[in-house]
């Protein structure tokens, strides 16, 4: 029977492709401080035949595609994917570090994926500081190729998208990595996200929930997101929240499309997504066992 007559035509596929990553991001919860994929023997990656096999499966419901990581662009067969996704007249969205996007911006202006969220986080020393040495330098160089491939040909995709994971160590060059050292015209969407992170009192009811109520013992997804809320309380709520709002502003005028997460502009709400008072917050989520999420 073919996965797409079990799930009745899926709208989303989305394929964590493989673990792997040539990057050591400090706020990661797979690769960083406490990332849970530090504990895995050997990365797992997924087999080309099974993930080309579902693509075919669903592509009759013509659903949205997206990749996830580790680092996608280290997928050994990631063109001969999108090829098969794209030619099946499906959309294509996944994130990169930017680090092998110079090399590859000729195969990615080919095959033409919809859109491609480059992650950065910041000014050169600020990205650097979180995303590792030389990283911006990498990251930009690409965008800019990419941008001028996609110029030359006349191709509209893959539209570019810029992902920045606010946290301490980057909150102050918000509004200045936008605004002075990126050509917001390459960009159709930037996404803003607040750093991800659940308590330890979560984490440890999550370990009970699924331990009572499925018979799992660990936990390492849930336990690689835990911070003390304390890490966070020495950024200047305020001033993120106007940073936010002038880059938002700065996106509509050039008709870019932005996103925030949490999804709403007001300093109280990220004050408290940053002090974990999830259940003050005007776009508060309760419908998962870790709370926001
Ligand atoms: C896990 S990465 C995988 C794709 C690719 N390696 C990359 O960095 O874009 C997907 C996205 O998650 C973001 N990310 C990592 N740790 C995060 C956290 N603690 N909270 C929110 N986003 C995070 C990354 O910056 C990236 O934009
Ligand atoms: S590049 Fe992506 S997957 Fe790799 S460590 Fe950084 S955020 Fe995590």
Redesign the pocket.
Known sequence: MKLSEVLNGPSLVVFQLLEQ?N?R?S????W?ENGSYHQHQAPAILDLQLVLQTIDDCLPSKPRFEF?????LLYPNIWEVIKRIRDGGCELAF???GTLLEKYAQQLVNNAPTRL?I?L?GTEASNDQQRGRGVFKRALRGLSALSALKKTTGNRYPEIGI?Y?VTPANVETLECFFLEHIDLDMLSCVRI?C???ITREQSDAYAVLLNENFGIPHTPCASA?VRDPAVFSGMNIDSLTQQMQRVAEACAQRGIVFHSQPNTLVADNIQHYFSANWSLMRDYKNRCAIPYF
């Not at 706020?27 to 797979?30: A, D, I, P, W």
């Open positions: 990553c990057l991001c706020m990661c919860y797979e960083g996830f990581g580790g680092e996608p994130s990169t570090n969220w992650s986080d992902t994971v996200e750093q991800s992170y997101y």
